[in-house]
């Protein structure tokens, strides 16, 4: 065992703790030595070692029987866990080898996680049910920075990112879309420029997030001046200031689920935003993380209501 130069230590192993529990369980040495597969005076010579090792009398020797004694009955449970933890080190050091034990974990911004990574979380769990997953939402600049600091095992954001050390890769490709009233002079169209409704008031969500970044380049480009702006904190406030008839926002294809009576007109030229994860650049990559990018491209391929674009033909927002 190791020793704590700060405090006593005590010596024994575990051969002497097996041999301790075993003869608490026979309640006798002839019983104990047989089940163990050793002769008598060895299993007594271990026990004398253990009671040296830790200073006091671990049994009382009767006719035909042993009991323990105040001290045994005291570290008896202790002996056995330690026992028990031992048996398991051979799947503790299998799980580390083949990356599935422990925690992984995972971060997402507000824009993401609710819609496209939250409702298929619990299937990797039940596929990888000896894993620890640990999910945190926050905006691009804190997952980065969580990446970085070896917080974060994996990061599934919009890209691209300006970081160094990441290794990023795109899952897919989202369109954005100019998202009106149903009731709104334009909702009749089916597509639209955004110069169109640059008279507007414009709704986008507040500084940080990463979807409003990408909402005013493309407006810029556009040359397209809105009449004001309204800062919100999330999807849902901006989808009732919609409704309420109070301007209109770009949104994306995976927020369309909340938009009831509103209008989700395309973008001409067509827009997109890209959905994609980061990861620190390492030579070696854990089981677990490549297990969680499998599951996210699965996820990505099977998703109906996210619009794909081939390699070679993709545009992005930003």
Known sequence: MSR??????????????????AVAR????????????????????????????LGGVLFERLNRKVELTPLGQAILGKAQALLEDAASLPDYFKQARDGFGGTLRVGSIPTILPYF??????????????????????????????????????AVLSLPVNTGGLLMRELFQEPLYLVVPRD?????????SLRSAASERLLILKDGHCLREETLAMCERARARFSAQFEADQF?????????????????????????DCRFLEIEPRAYRRVGYARLQRRHTSKAVEAFIHFLEEIS????????QPPGRQRASS
């Open 4 to 21: 704590n130069p700060r405090s006593r230590t005590f010596d024994f192993d575990l051969w002497q703790l097996e041999c301790f529990c």
């Open 26 to 53: 026979a309640q006798n040495f002839t019983k104990a030595a047989r089940d163990l597969g050793i002769s008598q005076p060895s299993l007594s010579e271990q026990i004398a070692k253990l009671e040296r090792g």
């Open 117 to 154: 990574l939250a409702p298929h979380l619990k299937a990797f769990l039940q596929r990888y049910p000896q894993l620890e997953l640990f999910v945190r939402e926050g905006t691009t600049a804190e997952l980065l920075e969580q990446l970085s600091e070896g917080t974060l095992d994996l």
């Open 184 to 192: 709104h002079r334009l909702a009749g169209l089916e597509r639209i």
């Open 236 to 260: 849902l406030t901006i989808f009732e200031w919609i409704r309420a008839g109070f301007g209109v926002s770009v949104l994306p294809e995976m927020a369309r689920g909340l938009g009831r």
């Open 301 to 308: 391929r099977a998703a109906p209501a996210v619009a794909k």
